[in-house]
């Protein structure tokens, strides 16, 4: 059922939050008018790929768009792409994904609906697989969706036209990918369909597609690639610069104390809810320095940990933020790693290999770099040997950064 009692000028302001681009904005604004007309919600589609396990906060910035489409009282449809994903979406990318198996997206699927369902209305999503309808085209059928595209329409896509130019592999099963993810939305009869703006090529197709089939085309409503804790490149699980939602609740403050401060208001912005007038001031306040960047971070810190958790959540982790990084203490909860004799020669073992073996960093060499860095620390001591041959002892915290602990223990 629609929300009563907001205009349509307030519905169109919060869907407007946090977007780069609406496509064509005057189409919305009349699908929105017909809505209230008839009293039938817009269907609102957002496509997701489970190419891997874990979601960051990269990746849920147009899921909590969708929950906004679905407290606004329109049919939020989430479309799992168990056969688009076996593709990989090639946005973006100067390289060929490495194509996975179905039984490796079906796993994958099953992490991102338990993950999701933490952010949407579980009985008010719509949940649906696109092999639900790609698994039953023939091959005739895919025939006939590749001829309503051309070559030069396909080759219009920057990161295409990029890679042939540069003679980097460009596979055909690559190309067919735009096709995929827009006949979705001819198969749902999408009104609205959401993504990141790197994705407003593919909404494109879906809109020339449901035309074909005369079907009334969808408009795109498309948000910035949020920066991850570096500042600089798009939220990356491997680059190392994201917040994961599932991440313990003061790994999430830590992280997000890390982000640079001219970032803040982007992460207000397309991650909180706080009302945009109070946004603006906040802007404002920080610009004309009446507020310090700390406090506006430590603020933001406990709303993104109370979205994903809850609001003790955020109080303790902002707590054990205070206890860690103004006293100086280890936290009270930390990872432990096993040493057996057999991972000890003469009771040593090479620094890099136990921090990597702790899980601290995901190899050796980036253990070395680290260590080379000055970001390792024993018992609070400084280690910048990447040599180290380390003389065990149970007991002793391993240090990376600010946040990362390990305490060894000798079984």
Same mark, same amino acid.
């Given at each position: 059922?629609?929300?009563?009692?907001?205009?349509?000028?307030?519905?169109?302001?919060?869907?407007?939050?946090?977007?780069?681009?609406?496509?064509?904005?005057?189409?919305?604004?009349?699908?929105?008018?017909?809505?209230?007309?008839?009293?039938?919600?817009?269907?609102?589609? /957002?496509? %997701?790929?489970?190419?891997? $396990?874990?979601?960051?906060?990269?990746?849920?910035?147009?899921?909590?768009?969708?929950?906004?489409?679905? +407290?606004?009282?329109?049919?939020?449809?989430? *479309?799992?792409?168990?056969?688009?994903?076996?593709?990989?979406?090639?946005?973006?990318?100067?390289?060929?994904?490495?194509?996975?198996?179905?039984?490796?997206?079906?796993?994958?699927?099953?992490?991102?609906?338990?993950? *999701?369902?933490?952010?949407?209305?579980?009985?008010?999503?719509? %949940?649906?697989?696109?092999?639900?309808?790609?698994?039953?085209?023939?091959?005739?059928?895919?025939?006939?969706?590749?001829?309503?595209?051309?070559? $030069?329409?396909?080759?219009?896509?920057?990161?295409?036209?990029?890679?042939?130019?540069?003679?980097?592999?460009?596979?055909?099963?690559?190309?067919?990918?735009?096709?995929?993810?827009?006949?979705?939305?001819?198969?749902? +009869?999408?009104?609205? &369909?959401?993504?990141?703006?790197?994705?407003?090529?593919?909404?494109?197709?879906?809109?020339?597609?449901?035309?074909?089939?005369?079907?009334?085309?969808?408009?795109? %409503?498309?948000? !910035?690639?949020?920066?991850?804790?570096?500042?600089?490149?798009?939220?990356?699980?491997?680059?190392?610069?994201?917040?994961?939602?599932?991440?313990?609740?003061?790994?999430?403050?830590?992280?997000?104390?890390?982000? !640079?401060?001219?970032?803040?208001?982007?992460?207000?912005?397309?991650?909180?809810?706080? !009302?945009?007038?109070?946004?603006?001031?906040? @802007?404002?306040?920080?610009?004309?320095?009446?507020?310090?960047?700390?406090?506006?971070?430590?603020?933001? $810190?406990?709303?993104?940990?109370?979205?994903?958790?809850?609001?003790?959540?955020?109080?303790?982790? &902002?707590?054990?933020?205070?206890? %860690?990084?103004?006293?100086?203490?280890?936290?009270?909860?930390?990872? @432990? *790693?096993?040493?057996?004799?057999?991972?000890?020669?003469?009771?040593?073992?090479?620094?890099?290999?136990?921090?990597?073996? $702790?899980?601290?960093?995901?190899?050796?060499?980036?253990?070395?770099?680290?260590?080379?860095?000055?970001?390792?620390?024993?018992?609070?001591?400084?280690?910048?040997? !990447?040599?180290?041959?380390? /003389?065990?002892?149970?007991?002793?915290?391993?240090?990376?950064?600010?946040?990362?602990?390990?305490?060894?223990?000798?079984?």
């Amino acid at each position: 059922m629609l929300r009563q009692g907001i205009s349509l000028e307030e519905e169109l302001a919060l869907l407007k939050r946090g977007t780069e681009e609406i496509f064509p904005e005057e189409e919305l604004v009349e699908k929105l008018k017909k809505s209230r007309r008839t009293g039938k919600p817009l269907k609102v589609k /957002l496509g %997701v790929d489970p190419t891997g $396990a874990d979601l960051h906060l990269g990746h849920v910035i147009p899921v909590l768009k969708l929950r906004q489409f679905q +407290e606004l009282g329109h049919e939020a449809i989430l *479309i799992i792409g168990d056969y688009t994903a076996m593709v990989g979406d090639p946005s973006g990318r100067d390289k060929t994904r490495p194509q996975l198996t179905h039984e490796q997206v079906l796993e994958n699927c099953r992490t991102y609906e338990e993950q *999701i369902a933490g952010i949407l209305d579980p009985e008010k999503t719509r %949940v649906v697989y696109n092999g639900e309808w790609l698994s039953k085209m023939t091959f005739q059928d895919v025939i006939r969706l590749m001829s309503q595209m051309t070559l $030069a329409q396909m080759m219009e896509r920057e990161d295409f036209s990029n890679r042939f130019q540069n003679q980097i592999p460009l596979s055909l099963h690559e190309m067919i990918y735009p096709l995929m993810q827009g006949y979705d939305s001819v198969a749902i +009869e999408a009104d609205v &369909e959401l993504g990141g703006i790197d994705q407003k090529f593919n909404i494109l197709v879906g809109r020339d597609l449901q035309r074909n089939q005369g079907i009334e085309p969808q408009v795109g %409503v498309c948000n !910035p690639l949020l920066l991850g804790l570096d500042g600089k490149e798009k939220m990356s699980k491997s680059l190392g610069n994201y917040i994961g939602i599932k991440e313990p609740a003061s790994e999430m403050y830590g992280k997000t104390m890390s982000l !640079p401060d001219e970032q803040m208001m982007m992460y207000f912005e397309l991650v909180t809810t706080v !009302p945009m007038e109070e946004l603006r001031q906040m @802007e404002y306040e920080l610009e004309s320095g009446q507020v310090h960047p700390r406090d506006a971070k430590r603020y933001l $810190a406990r709303k993104i940990v109370e979205r994903f958790h809850d609001a003790d959540a955020a109080l303790a982790a &902002e707590a054990e933020f205070d206890r %860690v990084f103004k006293e100086n203490q280890i936290p009270e909860d930390i990872p @432990e *790693i096993e040493l057996s004799l057999d991972d000890l020669e003469d009771g040593k073992i090479w620094l890099p290999r136990l921090l990597a073996q $702790a899980g601290l960093v995901s190899s050796n060499g980036e253990g070395r770099r680290l260590i080379q860095q000055g970001g390792v620390r024993i018992d609070g001591e400084i280690v910048d040997d !990447p040599e180290l041959d380390w /003389l065990a002892k149970s007991g002793t915290v391993v240090q990376i950064g600010k946040r990362r602990f390990a305490r060894v223990i000798l079984s």
